[in-house]
T-cell receptor, first 112, second 114 residues
């Protein structure tokens, strides 16, 4: 049973525009959510996280939004740059637990 | 060196070989993890070590044997693997044991089993 789902396997966005990546989860015990970026042949790189007590967290061009009632989070990248082309994974952990559950990833391609 | 390092970066082995993957973290963390990433699948957690004690074994076959001699080093010993074990093996570390933790990943070892 996939507890963290990224339903879009790929997304293409024009350079300079906003990229929006989505993630849904089913486990109501999840209280911490993270986004990772992964280039080919490299490990995932941590981007941004959000605790369930917040509904928004911003870091430079990256903003994560959390809608607990809908069990949905999204990552906004604005403006999108060519270097943002990568696979993006969302992940979640449950209360008091360090284990992360990952989604299957969304491949983002930024078109120059 | 900083962050999480893994060696080797690439490994080709036969089904009868024995090899080991090494991970080292320079972040002062107390928890370390092994993940497997196969094509088109989410990252699969294999093992968790917290303060050198194994706290999670996610139904991993015994042909994979982890070892954590101290909080900075983690090994994955491999023996009699199968071709379907070919994957990217990732190591990660985090503060340890409290939840709401960010894990930091190494670059991975790309394993091919012939």
């Amino acid at each position: 049973d996939q507890q963290v789902k990224q339903n879009s396997p790929s997304l293409s966005v024009q350079e300079g525009r906003i990229s929006i990546l989505n993630c849904d989860y089913t486990n109501s015990m999840f209280d911490y959510f993270l986004w990772y970026k992964k280039y080919p042949a490299e490990g995932p790189t941590f981007l941004i996280s959000i605790s369930s007590i917040k509904d928004k967290n911003e870091d430079g061009r990256f903003t994560v939004f959390l809608n607990k009632s809908a069990k949905h989070l999204s990552l906004h990248i604005v403006p999108s740059q060519p270097g943002d082309s990568a696979v993006y994974f969302c992940a979640a952990s449950a209360v008091g637990n360090e284990k992360l559950t990952f989604g299957t990833g969304t491949r983002l391609t930024i078109i120059p | 060196e900083t962050g999480v390092t893994q060696t080797p970066r690439h490994l080709v082995m036969g089904m009868t070989n024995k090899k080991s993957l090494k991970c080292e973290q320079h972040l002062g963390h107390n928890a370390m993890y092994w993940y497997k990433q196969s094509a088109k699948k989410p990252l699969e957690l294999m093992f968790v070590y917290n303060f050198k004690e194994q706290t999670e074994n996610n139904s991993v076959p015994s042909r994979f044997s982890p070892e954590c001699p101290n909080s900075s080093h983690l090994f994955l010993h491999l023996h009699t693997l199968q071709p379907e074990d070919s994957a990217l093996y990732l190591c990660a570390s985090s503060r340890g044991g409290e939840g709401q933790e960010t894990q930091y990943f190494g670059p991975g070892t790309r394993l091919l089993v012939l």
